[in-house]
Nanobody
């Protein structure tokens, strides 16, 4: 079994900061891409940021310069530092990871349970 457990969400005023964490545990041989998605009420889930195993990153345009994704490969953990938060950042944030459970297995996508981020104006 593989689990992704998120933490760090909450309520913050506009302009504030939050740091999300997501730790993968269980039978893990390797992790490729890790990512953060978000879903606002009534909206589709959207990609926020990705980070490859080597550390290269991508961001959606609306968070560039405000959010930073990072990972600790030794801890199988991905982080999302969110600064200068805006009310439109309000959403449930989900982490995602491409995980290989053993040497002979293919990579498979796993999701966390989601953590609520609410930004008040």
């Amino acid at each position: 079994q593989v689990q992704l457990v998120e933490s760090g969400g909450g309520l913050v005023q506009a302009g504030g900061s939050l740091r999300l964490s997501c730790a993968a545990s269980g039978s893990i041989f390797g992790i490729n891409v890790m990512a953060w998605y978000r879903q606002a009420p009534g909206e589709q889930r959207e990609l926020v940021a990705t980070i490859a195993s080597g550390g290269s990153t991508t961001y959606r345009d609306t968070v560039k310069g405000r959010f930073t994704i990072s990972r600790d490969n030794a801890k199988n953990t991905v982080y999302l530092q969110m600064n200068s938060l805006k009310p439109e950042d309000t959403a449930v944030y989900y982490c995602y990871a491409d995980i290989r459970r053993n040497r002979g297995a293919s990579f498979y996508g796993y999701w966390g349970q989601g953590t609520q981020v609410t930004v008040s104006s």
